[in-house]
């Protein structure tokens, strides 16, 4: 049990709310504030040693919930919702199997001083009956003969989605005997087929798609929206739950306005249930309903029913707001220990030792605790004659609301074949022949040389006989294309690598090669030597560069390590070679000349971050050079808030600033009062000028021509 957790565990109120669960089916309660509900709940559960089933309005506050209590080592599940209206036509595997699992466990026997959270939308979808539990999942061993065409029409009715390489969950894909599945909830897979019986199976690294650790058994979680919107075969969650579980709603109107808004939104209502069968029902399955607000008032249903002891106070109250200065909140978050006991909860850390350095610079010798967990928002615990707790999230304490908390891998980036996305009516081009256009995928009989006249007569006895074709004639998969003038050429799929996307940047189609021509011979050997040419000038510009005077900025100091550490992600691999190379070139003493390439959301603007944050420390400037205003302000926001807990400036140029405003940063940049600048094409004017500019970072440098 978490020490921090203690004040709220052992607090009068909380011993009162149980007693009054015990003696009456519905308590009002009042006096909630920031994320003190998700723990009253917890603390409730452990209280009377019962199951908690928490009820909230959003999606979000269920996650929320949910990340709380398992940093605070309290045990929580969540059930989610399925994020789509009856009638649409795809189901998130990832969010059935959850519910699915939620849904077994319940069956199993739901026990023990336990929360179980759940969006009121959640409650409102059926679930399947129990009965119908095994039908709803494919399990696969050694040896199972049922065949891999049965295990892929299974796939294609379940949910999951038919890809050229199973990477995302709820993906599979087919070639020749090898069956690759990603099933929700599990590593992706690799089913090997010798005839139609199961030969083996291997997890797969999907960094290089190759098998990895043998399997004996695997079980696959199918769902499908036909099956789901209907009430044929379905149940509501809350039958299954345990009769001696407390109910928890938090902010009853909020849920109540919050399950309408769903209900009328649903085109379809088979397998949802409207908002008063799901209270009745929550009523009337479990031991008590509490109904925590902020303010004082109850349900009617709850009213009729009569809490004993009338309505139970909290002593929750919201946390003041702090400065957005980050050393004047330090001293406020110092002040307020003076008459408070201050708990300052960190997500990491980097977060834990940067508040050890703010206390130690602005608020010496203060009495405030910290811990490695998580809070979405703060609260006050106790009442003013009363000894008082703040729960402080370090986050909350420096104003970085935006910032995701969740902490997730980002997804890495992997090579594939250029020809995965390739669609048939696509052009392509071929390594030897030049453009043509796909047809498709073909299965053809190889060409090879002439049968003797022994192997001719061994092929129709195997034909005779139901052996179906030998080793000469078995069927292989080739890559259809035509070029010019009709001409086509089939290419086996074990040359695939000679034969990519056309990615050619002229609009219209491009115009078909000719097989056998000399056309694109000619096109290559020149291509070949203009390239040749371009390189001699990069290297001739490169070579001018390596003589140039640069800044050598030194290696990482204690901040820089804990801003990194703060960053609330875990990098890829991808990302921290490309931060060590980033940080090679610094060190050198010639000019920094690197592209950084990557898609949207694998984490360039935390590299560009950090590497500005290396410069800034080192006493230089930093200028981020960006194409659109919007883009200007976006960067200005996210700086800021990964800057926020450092003494350094960021300010923005654009044309969102009134021209006093612009003068004011200008002067300041001049002065060397500005760390970090970020703008437009208006860093590029004349009377924009810097005290010290050490790093220049261009985003999006493709849209600058």
């Not at 119908?132 to 009715?157: C, K, Q, Y």
């Not at 078995?474 to 990615?503: D, N």
Request: some cysteine; proline content about 6%; hydrophobic content about 40%.
């Amino acid at each position: 049990m978490r020490s921090i957790l203690e004040p709220i565990d052992s607090h009068p109120s909380i011993t009162a709310l149980a007693s009054a669960s015990d003696r009456a089916s519905a308590v009002p309660v009042r006096g909630i504030a920031g994320s003190s509900a998700s723990l009253v709940a917890s603390a409730l559960a452990h209280r009377t040693e019962r199951p908690v089933v928490l009820v909230v309005a959003h999606l979000d506050d269920a996650d929320e919930a949910v990340d709380e209590l398992h940093t605070l080592e309290r045990d929580a599940v969540r059930f989610p919702a399925l994020e789509l209206l009856p009638g649409e036509s795809s189901v998130s595997l990832e969010l059935f199997a959850e519910r699915l699992g939620v849904q077994r466990a319940l069956l199993a026997g739901f026990s023990g001083p336990r929360v179980l959270v759940c969006p009121v939308q959640a409650l409102m979808q059926a679930v399947p009956a129990p009965d119908r539990l095994d039908a709803l999942a494919l399990t696969l061993r050694p040896g199972d003969p049922r065949g891999l065409s049965a295990i892929v029409r299974w796939l294609d009715g379940a949910g999951y989605r038919r890809a050229d390489a199973a990477e995302e969950p709820g993906d599979f894909a087919v070639r020749g005997g090898i069956l690759d599945v990603f099933p929700p909830g599990g590593p992706a897979v690799r089913v090997d087929f010798f005839g139609d019986d199961i030969e083996s199976m291997f997890e797969i690294d999907l960094d290089t798609m190759g098998s990895d650790r043998r399997l004996t058994e695997i079980e696959l979680v199918g769902a499908n929206a036909a099956s789901l919107g209907s009430d044929e075969g379905t149940v509501s969650v809350m039958d299954l739950f345990p009769g001696d579980a407390i109910g928890v709603i938090v902010e009853p109107m909020e849920v109540t306005e919050q399950a309408r808004g769903y209900y009328e939104r649903v085109t379809d209502a088979r397998g949802v249930f409207g908002p008063p069968a799901v209270f009745k029902a929550l009523r009337g399955r479990l031991r008590c309903v509490v109904e925590l607000s902020q303010f004082a008032h109850a349900s009617a249903a709850t009213a009729q029913r009569g809490a004993e002891g009338g309505v139970i106070a909290l002593p929750a109250h919201p946390l003041a707001d702090f400065s957005r200065d980050a050393g004047e909140a330090v001293r406020e978050l110092g002040a307020m220990s003076a008459h408070s006991r201050v708990v300052v909860t960190c997500q990491n850390q980097g977060e834990h030792q940067r508040l050890t350095e703010l206390l130690a610079e602005f608020a010496p010798g203060a009495p405030v605790e910290s811990d490695i967990a998580y809070l979405h928002r703060g609260f006050v615990w106790g009442e003013p004659d009363e000894p008082r707790f703040a729960f402080v999230p370090f986050h909350e304490l420096l104003h970085r609301h935006q910032t995701r908390r969740r902490i997730r891998r980002i997804k890495a980036g992997r090579s594939t074949d250029a020809f995965i996305e390739v669609a048939p009516g696509d052009f392509v081009v071929h390594a030897d022949h030049g453009i043509a256009k796909f047809l498709g995928l073909k299965s053809m009989k190889p060409r090879g040389p002439r049968l003797t006249a022994d192997e001719r007569t061994d092929e129709a006895f195997r034909k005779a006989r139901g052996d179906g074709d030998g080793p000469r004639g078995a069927t292989e998969e080739y890559l259809s294309l035509e070029f010019s003038g009709g001409g086509k050429l089939h290419v086996p799929v074990t040359q695939i690598e000679k034969v990519q996307k056309y990615i050619g940047g002229s609009r219209g189609r491009p115009a078909l090669s000719a097989l056998g021509g000399k056309r694109w011979q000619n096109q290559k050997d020149s291509v070949r030597d203009s390239v040749r040419d371009l390189a001699a000038e990069l290297l001739r510009v490169q070579a001018a560069r390596e003589h140039l005077p640069g800044v050598r900025f030194p290696d990482d100091t204690a901040w820089q390590k804990e801003f990194e550490a703060e960053f609330p992600y875990e990098e890829t691999e991808d990302q921290l070679a490309a931060l060590a190379e980033i940080k090679k070139d610094m060190a050198t003493p010639r000019p920094m000349d690197r592209l950084l390439c990557g898609d949207v959301g694998y984490g360039k603007t935390e590299l560009a971050i950090r590497a500005a944050f290396k410069a800034v420390e080192s006493g230089r400037q930093a200028a981020v050079l960006v194409p659109t205003t919007l883009l200007a302000e976006q960067h200005e926001k996210t700086f800021r808030e990964r800057f926020a807990a450092y003494p350094f400036k960021v300010e923005s140029l654009s044309r969102f600033k009134t021209r006093q405003e612009q003068n004011a940063v200008l002067a300041a940049t001049r002065k060397g009062q500005v760390d970090i600048l970020i703008g437009t094409h208006r860093l590029l004017s004349k009377d924009v000028r810097f005290a010290d500019l050490g790093l220049v970072i261009v985003d999006e440098e493709q849209r600058f021509g």
